[in-house]
């Protein structure tokens, strides 16, 4: 009993020291605005590869963001490499900043260069685009920047700098794509679809699945090296074209405990024609999967399916689907 009288009363007082700590939080309410203010940038959280046009040599960059300090800054990185060598690296720091009502960039840059871009504010501004324009600079006077907000998979990066007239002289112009890891390294996205319609939405299985196709197949020794097992594929089709991927369910699925299924890759392609869905995600050994769905009768659904890579197509015809 003395245990419970002690114990009880520290756990109450804890309790009301915790929930006035959080009433009297003197940022929760700043802290609620800069997260909303700073959603409208959720569509960059990723990684994306960039090309530079530019009259030499191509520019390639790799351009990265994600949230940081509790989701009130969106914090980004960006290499750009030249033939290979590194020839410019930078973190982008983006706020809002809730007494101006304005997006706020702080682009950290080697050699040890800093700027402070603000989110432009002109009346004939594309709301579908994200200007900044120079507040404070130091090492790169008179820079403007352009950055289009993601459509789909891509977006566009234009800068400008004036030069000693004033006038607006070309700086750089760099488009970007969304990637995904793959055992082939970066894989450029190239989605033409917002949203996965309704109808196609849930984990497709390959009922009763097909063998490789003879005469597209390599050795047996190399079909076991690329997997070349369907039974247990798993074509997660969501809402959202960034949550679409390609598993593999464990081979233990009557144990008590069964895995959960391993990810394959994500889908690189997405795209409608007609009336039906090709999704395209790419897998390990420089493999790629396709499901199409085409709707059928009776409100079904109609599987093609086509497995290829390392210059073979191992299985390219219809197939049975069930869903989970």
Avoid at 210 to 238: H, I, K, M, S
Wanted: glycine share 10%; aromatic share 10%; hydrophobic share 40%.
């Amino acid at each position: 009993m003395k245990r419970t009288t002690w114990v009880t009363p520290f756990l109450f007082l804890a309790a009301v020291a915790t929930q006035l700590h959080a009433d009297d939080d003197p940022y929760a309410e700043r802290r609620a605005k800069v997260r909303e203010g700073l959603k409208v940038l959720a569509p960059f959280v990723g990684t994306w590869l960039g090309q530079r046009k530019t009259a030499g040599e191509p520019q390639t960059s790799t351009r990265s963001f994600e949230w940081a300090l509790g989701g009130t800054f969106l914090r980004g990185t960006t290499v750009a490499r030249m033939a290979g060598e590194v020839v410019f690296q930078a973190e982008l720091w983006y706020t809002w900043d809730p007494e101006r009502k304005a997006l706020v960039c702080y682009f950290l840059e080697d050699p040890g260069i800093v700027q402070t871009f603000d989110q432009a504010t002109e009346k004939d501004a594309d709301p579908a685009t994200s200007l900044w324009e120079e507040r404070t600079a130091s090492g790169r006077p008179g820079m403007r920047i352009a950055m289009e907000l993601p459509r789909k998979t891509e977006f566009r990066v234009v800068a400008t700098q004036r030069d000693a007239q004033g006038r607006s002289q070309p700086f750089s112009d760099t488009t970007y794509r969304l990637a995904y890891k793959s055992s082939m390294g970066l894989q450029a996205a190239h989605w033409q679809v917002d949203q996965i319609p309704e109808s196609f939405r849930g984990d497709w299985l390959l009922d009763a699945p097909p063998r490789p196709r003879a005469g597209g197949e390599p050795t047996a020794g190399q079909g076991a090296a690329v997997g070349l097992d369907y039974e247990g594929l798993v074509f997660r089709l969501t809402a959202s074209p960034r949550d679409c991927r390609v598993l593999r369910r464990a081979s233990n699925k009557d144990a008590a405990a069964p895995e959960a299924p391993k990810e394959l890759g994500a889908a690189i392609m997405l795209r409608m024609d007609g009336g039906a869905l090709e999704a395209t995600f790419v897998g390990d050994f420089h493999l790629t999967y396709t499901l199409r769905l085409t709707p059928g009768k009776d409100g079904g659904v109609d599987g093609h399916f086509i497995h290829a890579g390392s210059g073979a197509v191992y299985y390219d015809g219809p197939v049975k689907l069930g869903r989970q």
